[in-house]
């Protein structure tokens, strides 16, 4: 079956422009996360969805940065007046259940964010 | 809240041996530990995982094992081959939507 799909792949952006990156989830998962890969760095959690609410948004780095999801499916991040340190590779995540100990996460491809 | 430690950072076997990566964990209410493998390019994919009431599990040629006295655990790789080469993730959850990921550790098999 299909899996997460991410759009657009690469992105590259001036400095100070907004961008917005999409996430389609598999069909029937009701946990949605966005995640960032920096060079070097770990998988940094930014937002989780539970349906179409967000619980839990302690990881968006700056108020530059906001999510939504619509439907129950698919969600957006958004950052306003992007910098160059938001560059990085931005992974979206599903899950059937907000619960990873009895539904793993399946990620995307990523967008890949680069601020000129 | 919970942190994870992962090494190496950086990994290079000789086709056919054996690789071992190690994470460390500071929740001791975390009961959750998955591994991603990241080719390059392309998605994480969950790999293994294991549950704090077992202590190891084996998957053909991968292997986690789980020590919750020490908080630690570690991945396994036999008989490696060139198609292993990757960036390996651990995490650690309380069971929750919560993962924290390790660093990485990105695995070098040299034929």
């Known amino acids: 079956g299909a899996g997460v799909s991410q759009s657009p792949s690469n992105k590259v952006t001036e400095k100070g422009k907004d961008v917005e990156l999409r996430c389609d989830p598999i069909s029937g998962h009701t946990a949605l996360y966005w995640y960032r890969q920096s060079l070097g760095q770990g998988l940094e959690f930014l937002i989780y969805?539970?349906?179409?609410?967000?619980?839990?948004k302690s990881g968006l780095p700056s108020d530059r940065f906001s999510a939504e999801r619509t439907g129950g499916s698919v969600s957006t991040l958004t950052i306003q007046r992007t910098q160059q340190e938001d560059s990085a590779v931005y992974l979206c995540?599903?899950?059937?259940?907000?619960?990873?100990?009895?539904?793993?996460?399946?990620f995307g491809n990523g967008t890949r964010l680069t601020v000129t | 809240g919970e942190n994870v430690e992962q090494h190496p950072s950086t990994l290079s076997v000789q086709e056919g041996d054996s690789a071992v990566i190690k994470c460390t964990y500071s929740d001791s209410a975390s009961n959750y530990f998955p591994w991603y493998k990241q080719e390059l390019g392309k998605r994480p994919q969950l790999i293994i995982d294991i549950r704090s009431n077992v202590g190891e599990k084996k998957d053909q040629r991968i292997a986690v094992t789980l020590n919750k006295t020490a908080k630690h655990f570690s991945l396994h790789i036999t008989e490696t081959q060139p198609e292993d080469s990757a960036v390996y993730f651990c995490?650690?959850?309380?069971?929750?939507?919560?993962?924290?990921f390790g660093k990485g550790t990105k695995l070098s098999v040299i034929p």
């Open positions: 995540a599903s899950s059937f259940w907000g619960s990873s100990y009895n539904s793993p996460l399946h």
């Open positions: 995490a650690a959850s309380r069971g929750s939507y919560q993962l924290t």
């Open positions: 969805f539970q349906g179409n609410s967000a619980p839990d």
